[in-house]
């Protein structure tokens, strides 16, 4: 099935969680959405039919369901190919899977995940504290290789020259990291005008109300 643009789509989301990404995207793109809440840790039985795995976000475009960050991204970016979500050229899209690949693993699923979700990396409660400081100091850690990659840049995006799908991701991990007490204003000073820069674009100050980002 090829995806058109005109089907009903769908975002199932959670305030404050990593689907204010895709919201924000399908905003940048100019696609009407269906927000639908699903409550990180107090999922539906309904939810868990919909996607088994548990985790949002969910994007139904018409009867598909897609899943994983990454492929939502796409999903969406393919409905609205006149906005260059995914970059403009041929290695812009390699650049900006590479920034996705890293941004999901490495900064969301290792380092964030096992300070707010310390219970998918052990079942003892004792080894909570340690196991919570290391994924503060692997945060640190990304936001520095961030800082240095925004930097070699010389652009007000991450890739390229305009807006794309890693924008609205690096800009949800800035507001994370404020949330564990990472000074970032004047630690990571290349990430903070760079945020400040998008954070009243009109797609992120829309998604910002909804999930209660300020």
């Known amino acids: 099935m090829s995806l058109i643009a005109d089907q009903k789509v769908k975002l199932w989301y959670s305030p404050f969680a990593c689907s ?9 793109a100019g696609i ?21 795995k548990g985790r949002i976000p969910v994007l139904a475009i018409g009867d598909e369901i897609i899943t994983e960050m990454s492929a939502i991204l796409t999903a969406i970016s393919f409905l609205a190919p ?6 403009r050229t041929s290695l812009e899209t390699i650049r900006v899977y590479e920034w996705l690949n890293y941004l999901s693993t490495t900064a969301h699923a290792q380092s964030f995940a096992s300070i707010w979700r310390t219970e998918r990396f052990t079942h003892d409660v004792n080894l909570y504290p ?3 400081s290391r994924g503060v100091e692997n945060v640190r850690d990304v936001y520095a290789l961030i800082e240095d990659k925004l930097s070699e840049g010389h652009s007000d995006y991450a890739v390229g020259h305009s807006f794309t799908v890693v924008d609205s991701f690096l800009i949800l991990l800035y507001f994370w990291a404020g949330k564990i007490e990472v000074e970032m204003e004047f630690t ?4 903070t005008r760079y945020v400040k820069n998008s954070w009243e674009r009109k797609s992120v100050a829309e998604a910002r109300k909804i999930h209660m980002i300020v």
Do not use: T, W
Not at 20 to 28: D, G
Not at 188 to 191: A, G, K, T, V
């Open 32 to 52: 009407d959405v269906e927000l639908i809440l699903a409550q990180v840790g107090d999922m539906s039985e309904e939810f868990k039919r919909l996607n088994p």
């Open 82 to 87: 006149e906005a260059h979500l995914l970059g």
């Open 188 to 191: 990571y000073p290349r990430c």
């Open 20 to 28: 204010f990404v895709p919201h924000v995207v399908l905003r940048e």
């Open 130 to 132: 340690s196991i919570q």
